[in-house]
């Protein structure tokens, strides 16, 4: 229980409710902490966060230091450094726990408000055991948001539809040993490789999980190798407001929190938006079996849904053991004020919400029509010109890709994933949903008063095949996981070229360098936000492990040797990226609508191999062309070819009015061929071009000289 110190060298005064978590001021620390169900609060405070038993327990009565279920304490004196956690007390027994109460004084819990977290005494096992763990406990740090430079530097105010998304991981961007960086693994490590994103040309970086987290959340051992596994991809957040301490370079208190803001500094200054992927459907608490470190002693009842009439049981929408009640008004402002935090204190640009379907259902787990976070989030004045983007989906099987509450929200397009797998791989008889997902899936979103950034389109992210792994395997290979190769998904839509796994065959390469191409450029040609996964611009490979959630090793890791290896597909992103950027045709901020430019050339005209004939009821149609009307009338039109059949097929083409073509990509030529440096693009003559098999290419109409 608790351990009082012999000295109380801190004054204690009632503080104030308002704000959560800490708040440094010049005579000391306000600490606030919200429990409905609590009937009284301990506030333990560490000199060192190291030390194993406090400096000073601090009662908090409910007569002093209670309003409105806000438990509140001014300590004066108390400086950046310190550690604290909190000790609460509320309804136990039986009759309790199935009411949802899950109350345990011997456990020493964490502010979800922290703004670092003391880990060196950590022991997961002990907050899973009964009895005391104070010994073994997590401890928040008080930090002094207000001591940084950030040398005038603002989150950057960019228009989304020019967007190019980079999903990157921090740690696994620069762990390996061939990274060149002084601090692998860390903010610092991805701040001395941004050149290699700039050159990419990348405008912005989508982060994986900097919430702190617990790597051991995930135990055992990889089966192949003994190694042991963690959880390296951080989807069980513990301290909301923290940026995780495993991504530090430095040793004091404050350094993630300084180390995250130098990055995002750094990534402004080159022009890069910071995108946080953001897990607010559970949190690293698990099931009824799992450990107490935060919400779960704080107030269960509150946080989490539990089943109805026995809640000692969590429902889980997130297949992760527990889900946030979201739209309980606490949880709500707990969001929110972790959205606000993260965009004025860190100055991040935007977010992607974790199985954000979770967050459209009500207290009772059904759907809700307006979802009152979800919409706190999209009218919010402090995250107005923030990027929200979804995945609109949870566990629970609640699926809202194209439906999903509030306008401005992006979604990551599943079905576009799924459909350009399919039809890169050789599917035949889609064409016409590949045509819906290359126009922006209008179809999708359109009726809605959606438009294309709604869409965020993607052929491959962390969760599933890299882009490598999709040409060179039929099926998953995920033995290191230790589970029996049963977890994953199993339909993958992928295609291994004719070879399982790594070949040695110039032939199988040759084609699957230039599928690989295939997708990126169909990507980037596509209406909507294009979202690149962390190496797939190399062929980085996870040795066919689609659920590489536990592996922090070279499975995961960028292998600094790959764009030497693959130094084609790198420059073939490079050029498709400065392409995209340089044709606003192809990120239109309106569907198509049937207008014409001052040529007479209509903003889209689909084709076959035969002008104006699709074939869109063709179950064998593999291929597929189609013409873009330039924005400008100075610019360039366009005209886009996709045979993924297994034959050369010949294409009209339009005769361009007053211009004339030439080639500007083919994917099935060498490299420095297959896209032409500007000024270096070949005239095309005739009236037909001889598309080879798998490859697109791409045309643009240019004056006649």
């Known amino acids: 229980m608790s351990v009082a110190s012999v000295d109380t060298p801190y004054k204690i005064t009632t503080g104030r409710a308002h704000p959560l978590g800490t708040t440094v001021l010049p005579d000391g620390v306000n600490i606030s902490l919200y429990s409905e169900h609590a009937s009284r609060i301990e506030l333990l405070l560490f000199d060192d966060p190291k030390d194993p038993v406090p400096t000073q327990v601090v009662p908090l009565c409910p007569e002093d230091h209670n309003t409105f279920h806000f ?95 980079y999903e ?44 702190h987290f617990d790597p051991g959340e995930v135990g055992g051992t990889d089966p ?36 995250f803001r130098d990055m995002v500094k750094a990534l402004h200054r080159a022009g890069i938006q910071v995108i946080l992927d953001v897990v607010f459907n559970h949190t690293g608490e698990g099931n009824q079996n799992g450990p107490t470190i935060s919400f779960k002693g704080i107030d269960n009842a509150v946080y989490y849904f539990t089943v109805p009439g026995d809640r000692q049981y969590y429902l889980d929408y997130t297949g992760t053991g527990n889900t946030l009640n979201c739209n309980h008004p606490v949880v709500d402002k707990f969001i929110v004020d972790c959205l606000t935090f993260w965009v004025r204190e860190m100055h991040v640009d935007g977010f992607r919400f974790d199985l954000g379907s979770v967050l459209t259902r009500g207290e009772d787990g059904a759907p809700m029509t307006h979802p009152p976070v979800i919409w706190n989030i999209e009218l919010s004045e402090d995250l107005l010109d923030t990027t929200v983007i979804a995945e609109a989906w949870d566990a629970g099987g609640l699926y809202q890709v194209g439906r999903f509450p509030g306008f401005r929200w992006g979604e990551w397009n599943g079905r576009y994933r799924d459909t350009l797998r399919r039809f890169v791989a050789g599917t035949p008889g889609i064409l016409g949903d590949v045509a819906d997902r290359l126009a922006g899936s209008s179809d999708l979103y359109q009726a809605s008063g959606r438009v294309p950034v709604n869409s965020v389109n993607f052929v491959s992210c962390h969760d599933g095949f890299t882009l490598g792994d999709l040409v060179c395997y039929d099926g998953k290979h995920n033995e290191a996981n ?43 040609l596509s209406q909507g936000v294009p979202m690149i996964n962390m190496g797939d611009e190399v062929r980085r490979t996870q040795r066919g492990n689609n659920n590489a959630y536990c592996q922090d090793n070279k499975t995961s890791w960028f292998d600094w040797e790959d764009p030497v290896r693959h130094h084609d597909t790198l420059r073939f992103t490079q050029r498709m990226i400065a392409f995209r950027a340089a044709h ?7 569907y198509f609508d049937g207008r014409v430019n001052g040529r007479g050339v209509p903003d889209v005209r689909w084709h076959g191999c035969r002008l104006d004939g ?23 039109d366009l005209h886009v070819i996709a045979n993924m059949s297994d034959e050369v097929l010949g294409f009209d083409l339009p005769v361009p009015a007053e211009r004339s073509w030439v080639r500007t990509i083919d994917t099935s030529l060498p490299e420095g061929a297959d896209i032409a440096d500007e000024g270096a693009e070949q005239p095309v003559t ?14 643009a109409s240019r004056p006649t000289t």
């Not at 606003?584 to 309106?590: D, G, N, S, V």
């Open 482 to 524: 230790g589970e029996n190769n049963a977890d994953g998904a199993d339909d993958n839509a992928s295609w291994n070229c004719g070879r399982e796994g790594p070949s040695d065959d110039p032939g199988v390469e040759a084609l699957r360098n230039r599928q690989v191409k295939n997708l990126l450029a169909l990507l980037l």
């Open 614 to 636: 699709p074939g869109w009821d063709d179950p064998w149609g593999r291929a597929l062309a189609f013409t873009l009307g330039a924005i400008d009338d100075h610019g360039d």
């Open 584 to 590: 606003p045709e192809l990120h239109r901020q309106r």
């Open 686 to 699: 005739g009236r037909l071009y001889l598309a080879n098999p798998h490859s697109v290419v791409v045309l």
């Open 224 to 259: 192949t190798t003994g190694e042991r596994l963690s959880n390296y991809w951080g989807y069980s957040p513990l301290a909301f407001f923290a940026p995780h301490s495993g991504y530090r370079h430095g040793s004091d208190p404050g350094a993630p929190a300084r180390e």
């Open 71 to 165: 438990w509140h304490a001014f300590v004066h004196g108390l400086r950046p450094g310190a550690g604290y956690a909190f000790r609460v007390h509320g309804p136990q027994g039986e009759d309790a726990v199935r009411e949802g109460h899950r109350f345990d004084p011997e456990k020493v819990l964490l502010d979800p408000y922290a703004h670092a977290v003391e880990t060196a005494l950590w022991d997961r096992g002990a907050a899973c055991r009964r009895g005391d763990n104070l010994a073994t406990s997590l401890r928040g740090i008080v930090v002094d948001l207000d001591d940084y430079d950030w040398e005038g530097d603002r989150p950057l105010d960019r228009s989304v539809s020019d967007a190019v998304i």
């Open 168 to 211: 990157l991981h921090v740690g696994g961007f620069t762990r390996a040993a061939n990274s060149g960086v002084s601090a692998p693994g860390t903010y610092q490590g991805v701040v001395e490789r941004i050149g290699y994103l700039k050159e990419l040309g990348v405008t912005a970086v989508e982060l994986l999980p900097v919430f």
